[in-house]
């Protein structure tokens, strides 16, 4: 093979994109990663000040009435501000940095933790479903007054901004953790709208309205709860999140590269791991070849819009890899 010259090399090196800085691709994600850290810790501890404000608003005007219902309602707030602590108990797990036995981050941690707050959810119902059980069978009715409407429906103001702006953070973020805290203070909104109607009820003559109301807010929580399980459930059994045919056009729009199979990518809090096969000129030399995978990478990154871990393994565009049907299984 004849020798090249420098001009000749960087001709070479120009016609693919440059390759991406690998230090500093893993800078920007960590500092993403901190940045969007610190967004979630804020986001929680001010959710937790206003839960905390409502809690007490409750259980002071509901121990001062007498009034059962808001009263109990007031310590189900209370249950959505230990469900914040929790919350920011696995945010400050999750933030600790890869170890050699967790190389890929502590970031599931968030998502356990979002399987606690279901577990709280929980609770509540079981609170909510004695209660009405207890009230039925005593037939004791709350007392109304005009002043429990207008604490309850203030309260309730709060809950729905609360849980409106957090599910919208959680969202941008990328945090299973918030949307499920939102989806807990979503069960708020319907405990108050079922203590605003049984009093409502109860003021009309129909005592027992009150925990017919509840049973019918429990359903509601456990279908919240069931969601959130769900949705940790995608994460932690490392469901894909990306359709693989938008990332094999991405790849395939990349100059050097023949084809493209078991692409496999899984979400992780904030971030996406993508791995993929591609297959090149079996006559390229090493150098060539990774400028291509890095190449390759860097389109990933910026078709997902989104931190992205991305594993490129390099094959030789040949019958044996060049296969139509591209399986899942990564030894193949």
Known sequence: MLEQTPEQLHQRRAAVQPPRDEHRQ?????????????QVQRILIIILVLNLAVAAAKVFFGMATGSLAITADGFHSLLDGASNVVALVGIIVAARPPDPNHPYGH??????????????????LYGIIQGAWARLG?????????????????????????????RREGRRLGSNLLVAD????LSDV????????????????????????????????????WSIVRDASHVLTDATTVDTERLENA???????????NIRSRDGEGQIWVDLHIQ????????RAHEIASTVAARVEQELDDPADV????????????????????GR
Do not use: C, K
């Open 26 to 38: 893993r800078r920007d994600v960590a500092s993403a990663r901190d940045s969007r850290r610190r």
């Open 107 to 124: 970031h599931h941690y968030e998502t356990l933790t979002s399987l606690g707050i279901a577990a709280l959810m929980l609770l509540t």
């Open 138 to 166: 005593s037939g004791q009715a709350p007392e109304v007054s005009a002043a429990s409407f207008a604490i309850m429906l203030v309260t309730l103001a709060v809950n729905l901004g609360v849980t409106t702006w957090e």
């Open 182 to 185: 939102a989806r807990h203070t």
């Open 190 to 225: 319907f405990v108050s709208l079922s203590v605003l109607a049984s009093l409502a009820l109860v003021a009309l003559g129909i005592p027992a309205a009150d925990a017919a109301v509840s049973l019918l807010i429990a359903g509601a929580i456990a279908w919240a709860a």
């Open 251 to 261: 790849v395939l729009s990349v100059e050097g590269v023949r084809g493209t199979h």
């Open 280 to 287: 090149v000129d079996p006559t390229l030399d090493v150098e």
């Open 311 to 330: 594993t490129v393994h390099v094959e030789p565009a040949d019958a044996r890899h060049l296969r139509s049907v591209r399986g899942h299984n990564p």
